[in-house]
């Protein structure tokens, strides 16, 4: 009987990390800038996951797992913002992107000229539009993981496609409309 919910407390895990591993550490390595510290957060997670209590059959798992990521990730700069020398402040770099995965070479070229475009847009709206269109999430459910309104994230997504829409006008890449 023990070793049966054992078994099903295993295989439980094994299908979270599947589903959900690569996701978080998409978030937590463009929050830190940084693969092995983001492995970490995202370990740090699953360790948390498993210390909570929650169980297969939870709707909100993903929300959870992604709320705790983010909040982890930024407690880990807040800290190491703490302990930087102050000749470091005005050193700040951006994270670099992930080499996606082999695909068409119109399509990596579109999604590198996304990614340059969002580089431009502020940190809050590049957040919510990755939440929204990378890992899916509804408005309410990005609101819960960010802590913000569900109006707020609206606003920040239809403004950041707003912007995007005219960075890629203004390279002639997208026709008037």
Known sequence: ????QDDSLVEWLR????????ALLRVAVRILGDVERGRDVVQETFLRLLKSGRRCGDDHLAEWLFT???????????????????SEH?????????????ALAARREEAGQVA????????????VLRLKFQNGFSYK???RITGLSVSNVGFLIHTGI???????????????A
């Open 15 to 22: 299908s979270v990390l599947r589903d959900y591993e690569g």
């Open 1 to 4: 009987m023990i070793q049966d």
């Open 141 to 143: 459910e990005i609101a």
């Open 68 to 86: 705790v990521c983010r909040n982890r990730a930024l407690d880990v700069c807040r800290k190491e913002r703490r302990m930087r020398p102050l």
């Open 116 to 127: 340059a475009a969002l580089k431009h847009l502020p940190a809050n709206q590049q957040e």
């Open 162 to 176: 707003q912007d995007l829409r005219r960075q890629f006008r203004a390279k002639g890449l997208l026709g008037r």
């Open 90 to 102: 005005g050193e700040e770099s951006q994270p670099s992107r992930e080499p996606t995965p082999s």
